[in-house]
């Protein structure tokens, strides 16, 4: 008489995983957007140590993957040329310079208040390291390499200020406190008044200035350059 097979035991239920649980990690395949991320953050900080340090002409791909810790092909997937990657540092460069989108540009009680606010954010900007080293690389390296300069217009580092501050010039000359003609023009003088001096004491033409000198050549600028907008007179074209 033949017994009856016994049921096979059934399969235990898995176990949820908890929120302590190490993923385990991938193998293979494409890298996820944040390993992707973390991999063009890395070959930038190469590139960034090498093109403000060694300059343009004299950094390569080759040096630039060796020091990220890749290949060449890697990096090539990326960028297309030193050209672009170049480009790249500048675009990241300036947006790390730039304010936080949460502070006040152009709010204040008047027009002097405004320009000091934005003159201080401007010059904080134009005296960091980051910002005194790349200008260095523009000006040892445009001759040789002409379109260095253009890729840092391209990015809008300037741009974006002269419009912001031509902005405030035109709303103060509508309600009649000013008398101005050429905004941009005005805008871009306003830009120059406040950095081309403290920036030259910051490269090593003289001392830098001190935070209470710049605090104080903020102020002065901003008073020379509105008693010169208010006695505004239109050129003869």
């Given amino acids: ?68 810790r890749i290949s060449k092909r890697t990096l090539y997937h990326r960028f297309d040329d030193k050209a672009a990657l170049f480009s790249a540092v500048v675009h990241r460069t300036i947006a790390r310079l730039r304010p936080p989108a949460d502070v006040p540009l152009v709010d204040g009680a008047g027009v002097e208040e405004i320009l000091q606010r934005l003159a201080g954010l401007i010059l904080g900007a134009a005296l960091s390291a980051p910002a005194i080293a790349l200008h260095r690389l523009i000006v040892a390296e445009s001759t040789r390499f002409p379109k260095l300069a253009s890729v840092v217009t391209e990015q809008g580092g300037m741009d974006e200020a002269i419009r912001v501050i031509a902005g405030v010039l035109v709303r103060e000359a509508h309600a009649g406190r ?34 209470a000198e710049l605090e104080a050549w903020v102020g002065d600028v901003v008073n020379l350059f509105l008693n ?5 007179m239109p050129a003869k074209r």
């Fill in 178 to 211: 000013l008398t101005l003609d050429a905004p941009i023009f005005a805008a871009r003088q306003f830009l120059h008044l406040v950095i081309s001096w403290p920036q030259r004491r910051a490269m090593g033409l003289g001392k830098p200035m001190t935070q």
């Fill in 1 to 68: 008489m033949m017994r009856p097979r016994s049921k096979p035991p059934a399969p235990r239920p898995r176990a949820k995983a908890t929120a302590t649980e190490i993923p385990t990690v991938r193998r293979g395949g494409r890298p996820s957007r944040i390993e992707a991320a973390q991999l063009s953050e890395r070959i930038l900080d190469a590139a960034t140590a090498l093109f403000f340090t060694a300059g343009y002409g004299a950094t390569t791909i080759e040096a630039v993957a060796k020091r990220a």
């Fill in 228 to 232: 010169g907008c208010r006695g505004w």
